[in-house]
């Protein structure tokens, strides 16, 4: 395989196109605000589960965490399994079917199956982080170092762009059901969810059909698993040599849980703490996903003129200027506000996120194990933010006082990133 093939690098990039759509209106828009609207009465917002009563926004959050928790748990061992195999698109299939179906069965989600539906919400969470563990570690592989940040940037960009598209269809339902002939109030949120499904598996065939699989020809014998975690074993010595790798994964551990807690908390702050209504919280969050598509490429730009680390840097404090905000609005037109300046950052920083760390790895014929420690790094992190999230929010009787964990998660990972050292001859960090 020739790296730099446009016909393979568009078939990669196609795969952000095919599964943003989960992040975007599962994560993100419209399952949110469904599972408001059924779990809350005007009288009370507990729900029960297992014998134990939770406030049912943080019930939430503890469900998505324990999902992340688990992917971190299998994606450096089914990527060493992967890389050793030399199976890392099988790997990729897999998990992307898991998400897309766990997605459709979404439509059943009621009350009357309160625990099977949150089960789906995390199978549906854990498909999708699996999928994207050997996703990325395809970009190394397929591209050069130097096309690292405009690939990335390329993807998120199809990504924002495609996933818009559907809610743009999903939102038509939600507010013109009777054009679609529909009755049912809940009808058109659980035909979003089927869409969901199906726009993923559909796209992703492209990806699947033009990726390379195996292009290090590895013929592995009996012992897969064993010889699964020697690799990861091999790789885990080979990063405690490198200080830039290793201080950059700290950094990205760090700052990382403020960018997805808010991400995937934003509508229900939106809806529970500003009384945003739902045309609202979609329209902000279309804002959110074309602004992000000019963020991308903005920080790809910075990122070239400036070095990664210091386009990070800027992408970083943006957010924290965010969170100073969101503490401080108590109207729906702020929240619009913060929603531009959101976008124009959450796609710079994770296209750059991911580009800076395969920028920073060293030649390897292992990407997915490398892959998995920045997967975890991210996975982790997310379980820090969304359970500290959640807890104070419990404690405190108030999302709002959450921002202030947040805004700590930023300013420490900031301190991190700049600590860096510098690579020898540039002057880029």
Known sequence: ????????????????????VYPLVITTAIFPIYYESITSTDESD???????????????????????????????ILSGIADYSGKKKS???????????????????????????????????????????????????????????TISAKGYAFGYFGSSLLLIFNLSMVMFPEFYGLEDGSMPAKISFLTVGLWWIVFSQI????????????????????KGFRELKKVWNELKGQVRLKRYLLSFFIFNMGVQTIMLMATIFGSKELGVPTEGLIAAILI??????????????????LGNINGLAIAILIWIGVCA??????????????AGFAGLVMGGIQSLSRSTYSKMLPKTIDPASYFSFYDVCEKIGIVIGMLTYGYIEEVTGSMRNSIFALMGFFILGLIVLMTIPKKRGTADQ
């Open 1 to 20: 395989m020739i790296k730099g093939s446009k016909k393979i690098i568009n078939a990669w990039v196609l795969y952000d196109w095919a599964n943003s």
């Open 46 to 76: 507990i729900v029960s589960l297992f014998g134990r009563e939770y406030v049912n926004t943080a019930l939430y959050s503890y469900t998505i965490a324990l999902s992340y928790l688990i992917i971190a748990f299998l994606s450096p």
């Open 91 to 149: 790997f990729m299939q897999f998990f992307c079917y898991l998400g897309a179906i766990s997605c459709i069965t979404l439509y059943t989600f009621s009350l009357d199956y309160f625990a099977l539906g949150l089960l789906f919400v995390m199978l549906a969470s854990i498909g999708y982080s699996g999928s994207i563990v050997f996703y990325n570690a395809f970009l190394p592989e397929i591209a050069e170092p130097e096309q690292h940040d």
């Open 207 to 226: 990806t699947f059909k033009r990726l390379p699989d195996n292009i290090h020809g590895r013929k592995p014998d009996k012992d897969v698993i064993l």
């Open 288 to 305: 959110i996903q074309f602004v992000a598509i000019i963020g991308a490429y903005l920080f790809s730009f910075l990122s070239r003129k």
């Open 325 to 338: 905000g969101a503490y401080f609005v108590y109207e729906p037109s702020g929240f619009y506000v913060l």
